[in-house]
């Protein structure tokens, strides 16, 4: 069976960098398909003249999708993601996601297909160099800190890594992190289970965790995700303040993924009510991105003080500012979103007989 490697990209010379490393690996099996916006369509035109690539604009895809199913190609990463699972099945292909900084460690794409045949539909894979996400990140904001507090770090270093951190630049990973999740930047769906199953079509930056955590829901197994499985490098550039201009989206992300988690579930919580359940799944969240760890730091270690004199206070102390309450998204939110997801899994094989 082909491979279609979908590119999702909003940059011209990202997708450069991306493709031509990844072409290295591809076969006379292999498809390739570029979804970018307006702004860049006509810039790649001549990169996807020459891969022979299925090229397409998100925006023109979504204007021109039925109004029944334009929900379901929706947001900028759940419902790109789903335009790319659509035409995986116009070409009777499996899918493999490369994001557009992403380069390829050893061969992923026969890696991936050799996962396939041997019966895999969801496999997971794995990022290498910039491979932490904000979780990660915000523990080693704490840390950076603490190692100065402590003498155990100079004052420049450790603003050079705190300057990093909030740019949204990790700590380089040699090897693979344990327990790490899916990523939509480097991820495997086999033709089975694109046909049965799509992506939450949001703008949160969960698609890729939810549909892991669903999986077994629609497609009847775990993703299978091994160390060993199809690894990329992670190629991220420093952005200034990056990390907290996405916190807001990944926190409240997580409440609402973690509330439609729950409406599959019956269990001693199904009784709770959905204010209940928000307020769990909004501490899970605090607890999971390391906040209630910062706030032990500062009152054992007073980091605000040590990020005070790293000229870092103001970072700092929105970080430290933040509680249970002031991310969790509102009933009426989190009800939309619940009911969008299941109409796009309804809604999912009509959509693509389009």
């Known amino acids: 069976m082909a491979t279609l490697v979908c590119f999702i990209s909003n940059s011209p010379e990202n997708l450069e960098l991306s493709l031509y490393p990844h072409s290295a690996n591809f076969t006379a099996d292999t498809r390739v398909l570029i979804l970018d916006t307006h702004s860049t369509h006509e810039k790649n035109a001549a990169i996807a003249r020459e891969f022979n690539a299925i ?111 909030f740019a949204g630049m990790p700590s380089e990973a040699s090897a693979v992190p344990r327990g790490m999740g899916m990523v939509g930047g480097n991820a495997g769906i086999h033709f089975e289970a694109l046909r049965q199953y799509c992506f939450f079509p949001t703008d949160y930056r969960v698609e890729d965790g939810t549909y892991a955590t669903l999986a077994h829901e629609f497609v009847g197994e775990e993703p299978f995700n091994s160390e060993g499985n199809p690894a990329v490098f992670h190629n991220k550039r420093p952005r200034a303040n990056a990390l907290l201009e996405n916190l807001d989206n990944e926190l409240k992300g997580n409440v609402i993924a973690l509330c439609v988690k729950d409406s599959f579930e019956e269990n001693e919580l199904s009784m709770d009510t959905l204010e209940e359940k928000i307020a769990r799944n909004a501490s899970l969240a605090f607890k999971a991105f390391n906040l209630d760890y910062l706030q032990y730091k500062q009152r054992q270690k007073g980091v605000l003080e040590k990020a005070r004199e790293l000229g870092f206070e103001k970072e700092f102390a929105f970080l430290l500012s933040l509680d249970e309450k002031s991310f969790a998204p509102s009933p009426e939110e989190v009800k939309r979103k619940m009911a969008l997801f299941a109409y796009a899994q309804e809604n999912w094989e009509n959509a693509l007989k389009e």
């Open 55 to 165: 090229h397409v604009s998100e925006e023109d895809f979504k204007e021109k999708a039925k109004d029944e199913f334009k929900p379901l190609f929706q947001g900028r990463y759940g419902g790109n993601r789903n335009i790319c699972l659509y035409y995986a099945f116009k070409e009777n292909a499996n899918a493999v996601f490369f994001d557009d900084d992403t380069t390829p460690c050893a061969n992923p794409v026969a890696q991936y297909e050799k996962l396939f045949a041997e019966g895999r539909k969801i496999v997971v894979g794995k990022y290498l160099r910039h491979a932490a996400g904000a979780q990660q990140m915000i523990k080693e904001l704490v840390e950076t800190a603490c190692a100065y507090g402590d003498k155990e770090m100079a004052k420049e270093k450790a603003q050079e890594k705190l300057w990093e951190l």
